[in-house]
């Protein structure tokens, strides 16, 4: 497996595929899975010429289980250790739900001529709590309950979210694939129960406003219109907060639209990408 250690000698996994000349795009999975998630995309591009390269995040997958360390700055710290070990250049940077508040954080964050483009899929940018400032955010009692089924049992918690909310799956009419909600459960049993419950705080409670109002390269934001994880709402206010953005909403799509719907949504990623 290829690993790097960050400066705190964190080990984490990586994905690395594909000619090493060409333009990387570089995938950030969601909570609380891996980067095995964006398995058809990488195949996808991959099949299109370009370098594909998606990580683990710490506490998830096959990282490392780190005790601390489970909040956005140190998420988007690894990835600038990542982006100078594998000296990439001109990335494209894409993440999906927690994500995307990764690759935001990041890109604010990025030396020069690290990224060219982003985007960021139902993400929980710019911030999913409510607040005085964010009036339209889920109550905390909300996350609170993640937490405290995630403790109760982790592993019935993790079959029901993909059985359910996150493909669609419970919707009337809905056609569950039981290897997809399988896969699901797969990837998050792998993690650490400790970085995900910490994770839950860093996704919820993290306000990427600022990160948003600093990045200047183009940005393309796409929301599932039936995502019942994050609400459509968000990235509207995010599309209005990035310099250099544009917004697509699929009616009708669930929250991990990238697995059930990938003949919809990847040619809209190569279009931006190419563009």
């Known amino acids: 497996m290829a690993t790097f250690r960050t400066g705190d000698g964190t080990e984490i996994f990586y994905k690395d595929w594909g000619p090493?000349?060409?333009?990387?795009?570089?995938?950030?999975?969601?909570?609380?899975?891996?980067?095995?998630?964006?398995?058809?995309?990488?195949?996808?591009?991959?099949?299109?010429?370009?370098?594909?390269?998606?990580?683990?995040?710490?506490?998830?997958?096959?990282?490392?289980?780190?005790?601390?360390?489970?909040?956005?700055?140190?998420?988007?710290?690894?990835?600038?250790?990542?982006a100078d070990a594998l000296d990439l250049?001109?990335?494209?940077?894409?993440?999906?739900?927690?994500?995307?508040?990764?690759?935001?954080?990041?890109?604010?964050?990025?030396?020069?001529?690290?990224?060219?483009?982003?985007?960021?899929?139902?993400?929980?940018?710019?911030?999913?709590?409510?607040?005085?400032?964010?009036?339209g955010g889920l109550p905390k009692e909300v996350f609170d309950g993640f937490r405290a089924s995630l403790v109760t049992n982790r592993a019935q918690f993790?079959?029901?979210?993909?059985?359910?909310?996150?493909f669609g799956f419970n919707r009337t009419g809905a056609k569950a694939s039981e290897g997809i909600v399988q896969n699901w459960w797969r990837q998050a049993m792998m993690g650490s129960i400790k970085g995900q419950y910490d994770c839950i705080k860093a996704m919820s409670e993290t306000d990427f406003t600022q990160d948003l109002k600093s990045i200047g390269q183009p940005t393309l934001i796409l929301h599932a219109g039936d995502d019942q994880i994050v609400p459509v709402a968000n990235s509207s206010v995010a599309a209005?907060?990035?310099?250099?953005?544009?917004?697509?909403?699929?009616?009708?799509?669930?929250?991990?639209?990238?697995t059930t719907h990938p003949d919809i949504v990847n040619p809209d990623l190569l279009a931006f990408v190419k563009g």
């Open 158 to 166: 993790y079959r029901d979210i993909p059985a359910g909310p996150f």
């Open 89 to 135: 250049r001109n990335a494209v940077h894409i993440g999906h739900s927690a994500g995307g508040g990764e690759v935001a954080r990041y890109v604010a964050r990025a030396k020069p001529g690290r990224v060219t483009r982003m985007v960021l899929i139902s993400a929980v940018t710019p911030l999913m709590i409510h607040s005085e400032s964010n009036a």
């Open 20 to 82: 090493r000349a060409a333009q990387p795009i570089v995938f950030h999975h969601g909570w609380p899975l891996s980067a095995d998630d964006w398995d058809n995309q990488m195949m996808f591009f991959l099949s299109h010429g370009y370098r594909v390269i998606a990580h683990d995040r710490r506490g998830h997958g096959r990282s490392a289980q780190t005790d601390g360390g489970g909040d956005m700055d140190t998420y988007a710290a690894d990835m600038v250790a990542l």
């Open 240 to 258: 209005k907060l990035v310099r250099d953005a544009s917004l697509k909403v699929y009616p009708g799509l669930p929250h991990g639209m990238c």
